[in-house]
């Protein structure tokens, strides 16, 4: 079946300039999470929706990162006056919760949007 | 505070062998621990996970073991393929967290032929 996906799949912006990500969650899925990864380390939360409502934005760095999932499936992150410091690998996951009621911590990962500000 | 890290930056194994990947946490309240494998360009991709009421748990050619005395757990993979080079990362959910993962920094392995 189809995974996440997200677009574009690469991303060059010049400083200053306003970029938007798309996530499309796999269809169903209830929870979806932006991380940014940097070269060679290990995902970092940004933000976390349930269906449309934004839950946690506790790992955004700055009020220039935007994120929304308006309709509850595909969202959006979208940065403004983009720095340097920006560049990064975007990466969407969604999951979804367990059918007793619990949630699930499996998270499925899109291939992510690499970002380059010049 | 809590953390998740990896011990080695880096592994190579050959082919055929059996490779070990450590990870250590700092919260002794953790209770819950997932692997991840990601290859060259591609995201995450689940291998297994484990909850602090299991000390073992195994899937196919990958086996996580779970030391809470020490806060160390580790992701042992059998007869190592080439297929399985890539960066891997124990991560977490912070305590009280909205299920976020926190991710270890990773360990890249290399198979050598």
């Known amino acids: 079946g189809a995974g996440v996906s997200q677009s574009p799949r690469y991303k060059v912006a010049k400083r200053g300039q306003d970029v938007a990500l798309r996530c499309d969650p796999i269809s169903g899925h209830v929870s979806l999470f932006w991380y940014q990864q940097a070269l060679g380390q290990g995902p970092e939360f940004l933000t976390y929706f349930q269906n449309e409502a934004q839950l946690d934005k506790s790992g955004l760095p700055s009020d220039r990162f935007f994120a929304e999932r308006p309709e509850g499936s595909v969202s959006t992150l979208k940065i403004q006056r983009t720095q340097q410091e920006d560049s990064a690998v975007y990466l969407c996951?969604?999951?979804?919760?367990?059918?007793?009621?619990?949630?699930?911590?499996?998270?499925?990962f899109g291939p992510g949007t690499r970002l380059t500000v010049t | 505070g809590e953390s998740v890290g990896l011990h080695l930056p880096t592994l190579s194994v050959q082919e055929g062998d059996n490779s070990i990947i450590n990870c250590a946490y700092s919260n002794s309240a953790s209770d819950y621990f997932i692997w991840y494998k990601q290859e060259s360009g591609k995201g995450p991709q689940f291998i297994i996970d484990?909850?602090?009421?299991?000390d073992k748990r195994q899937g196919q050619r990958v086996t996580v073991l779970l030391n809470k005395t020490v806060k160390h757990l580790s992701l042992q993979i059998a007869a190592t393929q080439p297929g399985d080079s890539a960066v891997y990362f124990c991560?977490?959910?912070?305590?009280?967290?909205?299920?976020?993962?926190?991710f270890g920094s990773g360990t890249q392995l290399t198979v050598l032929p």
């Open positions: 484990i909850r602090s009421n299991m």
């Open positions: 996951a969604s999951s979804q919760s367990t059918k007793t009621g619990g949630w699930s911590y499996e998270q499925y």
């Open positions: 991560a977490e959910p912070p305590w009280g967290s909205a299920r976020q993962l926190t």
